[in-house]
């Protein structure tokens, strides 16, 4: 071990406390355990930690917390898997029964259903969190696209779970989701086909989002979480600000591992716990009656993180709405750390000063400008009925992409000569204005659309009855 990470010498309380003989040996089994579990916790972490990258403003805990919903739904899952069969319609009435007659069976479901969804809504807190204070880049960009793809993946265990349940919500969510791959050029029907193993959501379907579900997904998620950890480390430990303090304190102040910053954890990991079996006493998961693939909801929505998604395809044809919109934004991402490449202000909250007044400044024109958008398309704009004789993949697809990308290239070229914005500024204002964007039309989808996907407020929302 080099002197970076060797452990210090063991004082008399660490060795009363850790149960060692004076020769730093485990004098029984209590300690021999202690020494088992300090040297689990220093494969994960360094011996030692600077105090500074300790703050929790540095990280918010978020990628600690997706670790700990990543445990409690491996936990959780276990026990569910004991009581569930992948089958029609024995899933739904296993559902039933875990709800009523499996000790805690009810609250464990609960318990995963919710840590399910808080860990989709952390881990994109956690990504905004690394790329606003600039820590996908070099030497961290490998790391960064090992997190996206843990996101993707966490987004598929979401997804595939969404069906176990099996009844009329879990049905149509995964209907509606899953249409969006026939819209894949050339091969969309046959990957359609494959993934629900038929022409439509059925008894295979199941089967195959089941078996993906409890092994290949939270295995492959598991094996790059330790992974992702390895790198954290490898990487130099957390981004600290290059700038400032660190440059005028060569020797920064440096803390052990066990117990300052393991003990942190723990009381952090124990609060989460706490606080999330209290929310699962207090709300149950959502179970509507058994599917019936006779009977469509009206509105049939997409899973709540899916709705961004389905709310595009409403403004723009299948092909640019489903897959050249999110394919450019995933590339997007995928890509980030190959272009923004400023060491300087690694680590540094929005950049700079003026990159925290551009933020708000995107995150101000989206807020106006996306719901404007979604008014003009659904009540002014109509491109095919302007463009009859256009193919609709231009007329209502090509067309009206271009006629939002060129607000954008222009507020682009507006910050760069009014405000001076460098490359990382830019893409600062353009990721802020676009994430926001996003969420608004999720927020829309989600509360704002009712029967046949036409827009209302939702406390004027009229109740389809069948
Ligand atoms: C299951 C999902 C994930 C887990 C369990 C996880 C866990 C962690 C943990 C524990 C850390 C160190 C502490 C912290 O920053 O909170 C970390 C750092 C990091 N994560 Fe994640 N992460 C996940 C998803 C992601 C995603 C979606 C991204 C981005 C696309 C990402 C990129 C990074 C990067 C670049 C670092 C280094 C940050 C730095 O040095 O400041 N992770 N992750
Ligand atoms: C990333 C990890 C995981 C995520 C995001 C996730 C997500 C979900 C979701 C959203 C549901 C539907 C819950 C409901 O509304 O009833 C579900 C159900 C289920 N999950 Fe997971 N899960 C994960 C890991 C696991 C693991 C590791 C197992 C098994 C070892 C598992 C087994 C099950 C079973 C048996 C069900 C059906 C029971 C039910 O719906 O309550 N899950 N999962």
New binding site residues.
């Given amino acids: 071990m080099d002197e970076k990470n060797s452990l210090p010498e063991p004082s008399i309380f660490e060795r009363m406390r850790n149960r060692l003989t004076p020769e730093g040996i485990p004098s029984d089994d209590r300690g021999r355990m202690r020494m088992v579990m300090d040297s689990l916790i220093l494969h994960i972490h360094p011996a030692k930690v600077e105090v500074s990258s300790m703050k929790w403003t540095?990280?918010?805990?978020?990628?600690?917390l997706?670790?700990l919903?990543?445990i409690i739904l491996g936990l959780t899952g276990i026990v569910l898997l004991n009581n569930y069969t992948p089958a029609v319609p024995q899933a739904y009435l296993d559902i039933l029964e875990i709800n009523s007659n499996v000790w805690f069976g009810e609250l464990i479901r609960n318990l995963h259903h919710w840590s399910a969804n808080l860990?989709i809504v952390v881990?994109?807190l956690?990504?905004i969190?690394?790329?606003v204070?600039g820590?996908?880049r070099p030497p961290?960009e490998l790391?960064?696209?090992?997190?996206?793809a843990?996101?993707l993946l966490?987004l598929g265990a979401n997804f595939t779970g969404y069906l176990l349940p099996w009844d009329q919500l879990a049905y149509w969510a995964i209907t509606v989701g899953t249409s969006i791959l026939s819209y894949v050029p050339l091969i969309g029907q046959w990957l359609t086909r494959l993934v629900l193993g038929g022409p439509e959501v059925g008894a295979n379907t199941l089967l195959n989002f089941y078996s993906m579900h409890i092994s290949f997904i939270p295995l492959i998620?598991f094996g790059l979480?330790s992974y992702?950890?390895w790198?954290?480390r490898k990487?130099g430990?957390?981004?600290v600000p290059k700038s400032s303090k660190q440059t005028e304190d060569p020797k920064p102040e440096r803390v052990t591992t066990i117990p300052h910053l393991v003990h942190r954890e723990f009381i952090f990991a124990l609060a989460w716990t706490a606080a999330l079996l209290t929310f699962a006493m207090l709300v149950p998961a959502p179970l509507e009656g058994i599917a019936n693939p006779a009977m469509s909801p009206n509105p049939a929505k997409a899973p709540w993180y899916f709705m961004g998604l389905q709310e595009l395809l409403l403004h723009f044809h299948p092909l640019v709405g489903a897959i050249v919109i999110p394919s450019l934004v995933i590339i997007g991402?995928f890509t980030l750390p190959f272009f923004d490449l400023n060491p300087k202000s690694v680590?540094v909250y929005f950049r700079s000063r003026r990159g925290r007044s551009l933020t708000l400044l995107a995150v101000g024109i989206a807020l106006i400008a996306t719901p404007s958008w979604v008014l003009l398309d659904e009540y002014v704009l109509n491109w095919t009925l302007w463009l009859p004789t256009w193919n609709t993949l231009f007329s209502n697809g090509l067309i009206p992409l271009a006629v939002i990308l060129l607000p954008l290239l222009l507020l682009d070229s507006w910050i760069q000569n009014s405000f001076k914005a460098d490359t990382e500024e830019r893409v600062l204002f353009i990721a802020s204005f676009l994430f926001t964007a996003f969420i608004i039309l999720t927020v829309i989808g989600i509360f704002f659309r009712g029967p046949g996907m036409s827009l209302y407020f939702p406390w004027n929302m009229p109740i389809v009855t069948h």
């Fill in positions: 540095y990280t918010w805990g978020l990628g600690g997706a670790a919903l990543m860990l881990s994109v956690h990504l969190r690394v790329f204070t820590a996908y961290r790391n960064w696209l090992i997190g996206v843990m996101l966490v998620i979480m992702h950890f790198r954290v990487d430990g957390l981004t991402i680590g």
